[in-house]
Every structure is written in C-alpha cells, then in structure tokens.
C-alpha cells in the first residue's frame, strides 16, 4: 500500500565498492525524483526523471547515475563510494508543475 | 546567497505555545509554497500547500506568504508533543524543481 518505496533502508559499505537503491511508486506520477539529505537536514536535489527524459544535476559525481526502466522505478546506482556520500537518499514521485512530492521513506547510506 | 534561507534551530518550546518558522527567498519567480514535516528517520510530508501570496489555515496551521518581502511563515497554534519534527519549507517555479530550506528542528516539551 506505500506510495513510494526505496529499498535498502540501511546501508553500511566500504570506500570503494559500488551499491544501488531502488525506489518504486504506485501513484502513477510521471516524474520521479533522488534526494540527498545530509546530516544538517538539508535536502537537495540529484536527479528528476519525467516522462523518459532525465534532467541532471550538474554538482552530481558522475558516480552517480540513475537508471528508470519504466514510468514506476528509478533506481540510484553508485560507483567508487566515498566517504562524503554517507547521507539518507530520498526517492520521491510528483506532477509537474506544482504538484506536492511524496517521498519514500530514504535509505541512509554510511560509507567506512 | 543560498535560493530559500531557514533557520535550523533547534527550536523548543512548551506544549501548548504558537510557534512561528519561517522562510526568506531571493527567487522571484517562485510561486508554489509548501511547508514539509519530517519525523526522525522518515521521509518528508506534505503539510501545507499555497499557491502565491496570501493565508491557508488547516486546525492548528497556518501558512502564509508574503511574496513582496519574498517571505513565508508557518504558525502552529495549541502546539502538542506530536509536532516535535524538523519542518522544512519548499518551493518551487512553474514547470521547474522544488528547492527546500535547511529545515527547522522542533521540540515541543510536555
């Protein structure tokens, strides 16, 4: 029944290994978005995803890249972990142009 | 010159206060505000929404913007327990992403 999913919800992983989350939504949204909030609250936006077309965040790492299959799911794919990408990642869904965002729940990401 | 300035707090107060956060911006061009409410280790929730200038009440919230000093408020009144959260404003232009303030931590004490 949850709107906006994102698994896993807790990863702990080694510099240098690469991981990925997944989020999916039910609402039928046609923009999906990633997230990043640090440890200040502060929540800034990677990546939005409307209707196939992926608008990037240009203070993004390329390490980053997301990964839609279809209208429902983006998946955050990460290479070469650093240690300033521990953060909680959060996948939310919306309508253009000024509907709300739902957001998942967030998956906090803590690299060693 | 960060885009939305919010005070981070932490903000505390005794049950039963009015509690007033607040938002400055610099982008004119923004006129879709919204007030967010995040519980310890869960995702933001929507909890006010406005569109322009003006007041919306819902219970114990009132949003207001105040678009020509660029400059939006939240008031809880009957502050409770229950609203110990961190409150986050956003906004966002027409057709474009929403930016969000650093957030305001809230504890409302018994």
């Known amino acids: 029944d949850t709107a906006v999913s994102q698994t896993p919800k807790y990863l702990v992983t080694q510099m240098g290994n690469d991981k990925s989350i997944k989020c999916e939504q039910n609402?039928?949204?046609?923009?999906m978005y990633w997230y990043k909030q640090d440890s200040k609250k502060f929540l800034k936006i990677m990546f939005s995803?409307?209707?196939?077309?992926?608008?990037i965040n240009e203070t993004v790492p390329n390490r980053f890249s997301p990964k839609s299959p279809d209208k429902a799911h983006l998946n955050l794919h990460i290479n070469s972990l650093e240690l300033g990408d521990s953060a909680v990642y959060f996948c939310?869904?919306?309508?253009?142009?000024?509907?709300?965002?739902?957001f998942g729940e967030g998956s906090r990401l803590t690299v060693l | 010159q960060k885009e939305v300035e919010q005070d981070p707090g932490p903000l505390s107060v005794p049950e039963g206060a009015i509690v007033s956060l607040n938002c400055t911006y610099s982008n004119s061009a923004f006129q879709y505000f919204m007030w967010y409410r995040q519980y310890s280790r869960k995702g933001p929730e929507l909890l006010m929404y406005?569109?322009?200038?003006g007041n919306k009440e819902d219970g114990r919230f009132t949003a207001q913007v105040d678009k020509s000093s660029k400059y939006i408020s939240l008031f809880i009144r009957d502050s409770q327990p229950s609203d110990s959260a961190t409150y986050l404003c956003a906004m966002k232009e027409y057709n474009n992403d929403m930016r969000f303030g650093a957030g305001t931590r809230l504890t409302v004490k018994p």
């Open positions: 939310a869904s919306g309508r253009v142009p000024g509907g709300e965002l739902f």
């Open positions: 406005t569109y322009s200038s």
């Open positions: 609402l039928g949204h046609d923009t």
């Open positions: 995803y409307n209707n196939k077309e992926l608008i």
